[in-house]
């Protein structure tokens, strides 16, 4: 099995959490692949990976929580915030080739939170929706 990533103790795996977690790994993984120049995750990363998945889990939003960088409650410690920010900057787009399926559900996410978006017509968010059930 993949190491870090456990379920969690009620054995319930909640869709969107679990969606967030296995993107904030993967992301994490690319970072220090190609800038920490690790083949596994190196200290820093892990400490980071698990911190990241520990306050996925305790976000107060549960599973309709925004995508964190949206999010307003500022649930990273600064340090930590500044890594994931960067983590996210660098990997956020390289995800689109490695993990196709994650960075087009992420970007859904972040699309739906866009209330304003013209070019969104309410059938396109009841279809997303729907998708994401
Ligand atoms: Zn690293």
Not at 80 to 89: A, L, N
């Amino acid at each position: 099995m993949a190491d870090g990533i456990k379920k969690n103790k009620q054995g319930s795996i909640s869709g969107g959490n679990q969606l967030e977690k296995r993107t904030i790994t993967a992301m994490i993984r690319i970072y220090c692949k190609s800038v920490h120049r690790s083949k596994e995750l190196c200290g820093m990363c892990r400490d980071l990976n698990e911190y990241a998945l520990k306050r996925i889990e305790q976000c107060v939003y549960g599973v309709n929580k925004p995508v964190c960088q949206h999010c307003t409650v500022h649930c990273y410690s600064p340090l930590m915030r500044e890594e994931i920010k960067k983590v996210m900057h660098y990997s956020g787009p390289r995800m689109l080739f490695r993990h196709p399926v994650l960075a087009i559900a992420h970007m859904v996410r972040e699309k739906r939170k866009k209330k304003n978006n013209p070019g969104l017509t309410d059938s396109d968010i009841r279809s997303q929706n729907k998708i994401a059930k």
